[in-house]
């Protein structure tokens, strides 16, 4: 077993290029702290959050051969940033698209078959049929069956 000190940054990138489960844990444990804190200051959510930094340590798992940043730290906050964006700018088009038919006073069937609302499922649907097929299956269980992290974690082992 390593302590923090015993390998340098640069050390962890070269290792988890090469494909180590232990450089990406340890990784992980610096970082995901700070990122988590980064997330949080804007989301004020916790699943949102640790959503957040899964995306972003799965894309980095996922990159490894490529990923070379002068801070691994700064590259990784900088990273959580971005999807922090993309959430953000996401969940927008969805509350607002909701919202102007809530405040139309059409029928809640109506709502549920306007062409708005049927083109931000076939948006999503084809952003899901994009991912991996292990990101969509978490994708499911987290927003279709309303699964915490945790309790995905278990499932998927």
Known sequence: ?????????????????????VAFEEIYRRYWKDCYGTAFKVLQDDDACMDVLQDVFVWLWEHRSKVQPNSLKAYLCTAV??????VIRHNKICVSAIQHYKNSGAPASFIENSIEIKELKLMLNDFIESL???AAKIFHLSRNEQLSNKEIAQQMH
């Open 1 to 21: 077993m390593f302590t923090e000190r015993s390998y340098t940054e640069e050390a962890l990138l070269q290792m988890l290029s090469q494909g180590s489960n």
């Open 132 to 134: 991996p097929p292990q």
């Open 81 to 86: 940033k971005f999807k922090m964006l993309n």
